[in-house]
């Protein structure tokens, strides 16, 4: 009994602190997810430079955004991951320690291979999860109107339910890059966070020692986001609005990976990699650090 009292205080402590990470991380990032989502939904056979909606770059993506459809637009879509993310990164976080138990393969510490299955099996796992949320939020981010014009979440939530349903061509529609993007995200992401956390010395002043957790989760972010993004190209196609209303252009991961890649280049494979670097490289680092501290307090007020 009072190992099953411990288990399930961890648990709670792990939710707790992964739940605040991820709301701090997302109030604070999620403009750039808006420009991430408009870049890679941007495609030149649908829209030419010289068009007063084509974006050449993150700042003329932001500048255009705040003048034509206001400044608050940055945060739009911000609803849904609102409401997922407490539950959202509690799930990646505990599941992630939950799985870490599984891949030790008779080793009697984590490996960085128990780090990076445990991460792979996290990200996938979340992804099912969040993924109605991710429909709901790309289908609002993709609204060119001014932020007062938008239906609100839960009228596009509505319509694509009317709509499309509850399946993959609906609410559910793009499940499999969802997976595949958050799965090969949180693979390198947790991977290379502990194991190298693990062999970088501590330091025992309080402020070095968080600049190098920042450092570590910073370019653990980024080396995820640059290995990650092809899968979010495809999702943000399968997701957003096809070209020709009534037509499914982009149907399945690796088939609408296929088509940007012939019609596009391989470069397209790769739109909205800067917005999501500056994204979740610091993003990256805030949500293990707040992670990190927030369950060591958790750990302190609440002591066995």
């Known amino acids: 009994m009072p190992e099953s009292k411990s288990l399930l205080k961890q648990a709670a402590m792990q939710i707790g602190a992964g739940g605040s990470a991820g709301f701090v991380e997302v109030c604070i990032m999620h403009p750039l997810d808006v420009v991430k989502t408009r870049m890679q939904l941007q495609s030149r056979k649908a829209i030419a430079p010289g068009d007063p909606h084509y974006y050449s770059g993150v700042i003329d993506c932001m500048r255009k955004i705040i003048v034509q459809e206001g400044f608050f637009s940055l945060w739009k879509g911000i609803l849904p991951p609102i409401l997922v993310e407490t539950p959202k990164r509690a799930v990646k976080f505990f599941t992630f320690e939950q799985y870490k138990r599984f ?166 494979l790769y739109k909205g990699l800067l917005p999501k670097v500056l994204r979740l490289g610091p993003g990256g680092a805030v949500m293990l650090v707040v992670y990190e501290y927030v369950y060591d307090y958790l750990s302190d007020t609440f002591p066995d």
């Not at 992401?189 to 968080?210: C, R």
């Open 103 to 268: 891949f030790l393969f008779g080793s009697p510490v984590p490996t960085p291979l128990t780090f990076s299955l445990s991460g792979l099996c996290a990200g996938i796992t979340e992804a099912v999860l969040v993924n109605p949320f991710e429909v709901v939020k790309v289908a609002l981010q993709s609204n060119r109107a001014k932020r007062s014009e938008v239906p609100s979440t839960w009228t596009v939530t509505r319509h694509i339910i009317t709509t499309e349903g509850l399946g993959l061509r609906g609410l559910n529609k793009g499940v499999t890059a969802t997976m595949a993007r958050n799965g090969v995200f949180n693979m390198v992401y947790f991977g290379f966070y502990h194991s190298v956390k693990g062999m970088v010395p501590e330091y025992k002043d309080p402020v070095a020692e968080f600049l190098r957790k920042v450092c570590i989760g910073f370019i653990s972010g980024t080396m995820a986001s640059c290995v990650n993004i092809p899968f979010d190209v495809a999702k943000s196609r399968i997701q957003g609005p096809q070209p020709v209303k009534g037509e499914i252009k982009y149907r399945t991961t690796l088939s609408s990976m296929g088509i940007v890649y012939r019609e596009e280049g391989w470069r397209a």
